[in-house]
């Protein structure tokens, strides 16, 4: 049975909405709340993300009617290395898959990488996701590094001691409140664990 005729189409401004609405029904298949999702991808969000310098969206439809979208950004690696293209967003709808949608839309974000002068392809893949893991190693994908993130208030946190003596000396101050209250009320004071600043590393 001959596969049904998919198009794949640059997303551009008049695709605005269909895109939109693909991603929100993306975010919800990954657990996002729907009004969350909708707030997050405003059409005027949309619009913006794509003018942005080294970001290309393509859409798959069928008869018109939307199936998927794959979403592409340029990105520097290192101080000399060449730009990569990395695979940042690629879904299908339930109703679009095992149709060869996920496939065209990566023949299309690999015709990019081609006229935009990119040797590499990459994608982020989650690693509790095997069956998405499975798909991208069968098309090539080789495991190359391992991706770690961290808010940016977490990481400042960690770095500096400023934050961790101020930590001691709220504490400090706590202690000193709660020995005062027992003083007054004559109460025998409770042991409990004490809390004390890790020796530096």
């Known amino acids: 049975m001959p596969r049904p005729h998919i198009v794949v189409s640059r997303a ?14 993306s975010a919800l298949a990954a657990g ?3 009004d969350l999702a ?25 008869d018109g009617r939307p199936l998927g979208f794959a979403v592409v950004n340029e990105r520097q690696h290192g101080l000399l290395e060449p730009p990569a293209l990395a695979l940042d967003e690629l879904f299908v709808i339930p109703e679009g898959r095992r149709q060869g949608v996920a496939g065209q839309l990566l023949a299309a974000v690999a015709r990019h990488a081609e006229s ?3 040797d590499l392809v990459f994608a ?11 798909y991208f190693a069968r098309l090539g994908f080789g495991q190359q590094a391992t991706r770690r993130v961290v808010p940016t208030t977490v990481l400042r946190r960690k770095l500096s001691p400023e934050d961790a ?5 709220l504490l400090g101050r706590r202690r000193t409140i709660r020995a005062r209250a027992v003083r007054q009320s004559g109460a025998t ?11 530096a590393g």
């Not at 551009?12 to 029904?25: D, F, K, N």
């Open 165 to 169: 003596e101020a930590r001691d000396v």
């Open 12 to 25: 551009g401004q008049r695709q605005v909405g269909e895109l939109a609405t693909l991603w929100i029904e």
């Open 32 to 34: 996002m709340t729907h």
């Open 189 to 199: 004071p409770a042991r409990g664990l004490v809390l004390r600043r890790p020796a």
């Open 38 to 62: 909708a707030r997050t991808a405003g059409t005027a969000r949309v619009a913006d993300a794509l003018r942005r310098p080294g970001t290309a969206a393509y859409l798959a439809t069928l």
């Open 124 to 134: 982020n893949v989650a690693t509790t996701d095997k069956v998405g893991n499975r």
């Open 116 to 118: 935009t002068g990119h």
